[in-house]
Every structure is written in C-alpha cells, then in structure tokens.
C-alpha cells in the first residue's frame, strides 16, 4: 500500500506488499522489498536497498548505497523469519548497514530514536540500539549487543558480540571494546580502556555538580576499593544517594554474558 502523498521515483523498485506512508520519498534506484513498512515522512535518497521484514520510524532519512534489512552475517541463520525494526528521525548516512535478527537471538534487531550513522557503520543481528545513539564513520556493533541511550561509539571503533554499553558512555576512536563498559564511562586505546567519566557528555546534559562529583568518587572507589568489581559495586550501592550511581551499580551487578572493562588500579 502506497499513500496518495508518497513521491516513488520512476527509476526505482517497490515490491508489491510494501507499506510507504504519507510525504515519504524513494529516491532514484531504491528497492524496497514486499515486507517493508515505511513510516511517514520516510526519505530513500538514492540507491538504497531496504530488504527483509523491515519497519522504519517516521521523518527517518536514509542515504545513498545504504542497505538495511538483509539477511543476518551468521552462518548459523537458516533462513527464519526475522525483522528489524529503526525509530524515528534517524539519519543513516552513506553505505551503512543494518541486519535483521536471528531465531536464536530473539528474531529483532532493533534501533530506537533521534541515532546518527556515520558513512560505513554497521548494525548486526540482534543489536538492541537505544535512542540518541552516535555511531561515527565505520564503527561496527556485532551481533547481541546491547547499547543504550546516548552513547557515542568513535570512528573506526567495534564493539564485540554480546557487549552491553551503558547510557552515556563515549567510546574513542580506533577502539575495540570487547567487555561490557559502565554508564557514563570513557574508553579509549585499541584493546579499549575505562579510562574515566564522560564528564563533557554529563556537564553538556546538565547533570548537577552533586551528582558530577558522586560519580567521581563512585569511580574512585570501583577503581581501588577492596574485592572484586561486584563487590566494590554492591559496596558501593549501600550508600549510592545519586540516581546515576545507582545506575552504574544496577547495571554492573545486572546479568551480563561479558566481564566489565574495569578502571586501573
């Protein structure tokens, strides 16, 4: 079903099936495939391939030699109905690609609201991608990861299979993160250190000195309090007053298939 108001270029494919919503546009040499669902005010530019069982939020945009919703890069995928689902007014940028989900990774790969692709970035199966997420030119987030609102992932940077990255965190440039990173966390290296707060991400929010400096010493103390890093987070929770310490505690003590990047002693 194709709305009245959509703008479909004659050059281009829309398969029959396909859903496109009012003012959206597919630009020159689109294919959109019989399953997809385009929400309103939806732009194909040109050259984009949007494949599988693929719904996309409204005012999205969508740039050239861009490929969303084909099959997963796993060997173990036998051609089970999967989907992938992408929120509102995300801009994905040249030559990016999203993958649908796998049965055994629970069907969806999904990307929420107001994200940035940079050229080249890639989403794989069963990624769960929060809203307000920065993924720069390049980066690549392998299959089962977790990454939740506003994080910023630099250029050139992957982020191994399963890792969770917690809210407002900043990964560097050039980096491979292979451990689950702390809410608000920095990391940086090639083999990814947490390497400190994010603190010009928390001071451009807003966040109240208070809580600034209850984060500071909270990672003061993950970083050389006594016992494990559980240990030093459930310690560290007896006495957590500011919201986003009890964040970081929920989320180091929360179920994980990854060990944590963890501050130097």
Not at 51 to 67: C, F, L, R
Not at 204 to 215: E, F, N, P, Q
Request: charged share 20%; with cysteine; hydrophobic share 40%.
């Amino acid at each position: 079903m194709i709305d009245q108001s959509a703008s479909i270029h004659p050059s281009a494919i829309v398969e029959e099936g396909a859903k496109i919503g009012a003012r959206s546009k597919v630009g020159p040499f689109c294919l959109v495939g019989a399953q997809v669902t385009l929400g309103e005010g939806v732009v194909l530019k040109s050259h984009v391939v949007v494949a599988g069982i693929t719904e996309i939020g409204e005012e999205t945009v969508i740039y050239p030699g861009a490929v969303v919703g084909e099959i997963p890069q796993d060997l173990k995928f036998r051609g089970e109905e999967t989907r992938l689902t992408i929120g509102a007014r995300n801009r994905i940028r040249e030559g990016v690609t999203m993958n649908t989900g796998t049965e055994g990774g629970g069907g969806v790969t999904a990307v929420g609201d107001d994200c940035l692709f940079m050229t080249g970035a890639h989403v794989a199966h069963d990624a769960r991608v929060g809203n307000r997420v920065i993924v720069a030119n390049q980066g690549a987030i392998a299959g089962h990861c977790v990454i939740e609102d506003d994080v910023i992932i630099g250029g050139l940077s992957g982020i191994h299979q399963w890792v969770r990255i917690g809210r407002g965190a900043i990964i560097g440039a050039v980096t491979m993160v292979t451990n689950d990173v702390i809410p608000y966390g920095l990391v940086q290296a090639p083999r990814g250190e947490l390497d400190g707060l994010n603190l010009v991400g928390l001071k451009r929010k807003g966040v109240a000195r208070s809580d600034i400096t209850a984060l500071r010493a909270a990672f003061q103390m993950l970083a050389q309090g006594d016992g494990a890093f559980q240990d030093r987070a459930r310690k560290l929770g007896e006495d957590a007053d500011s919201p986003y310490v009890r964040e970081i505690v929920d989320f180091i003590l929360g179920a994980s298939d990854r060990h944590f990047l963890t501050p130097e002693r």
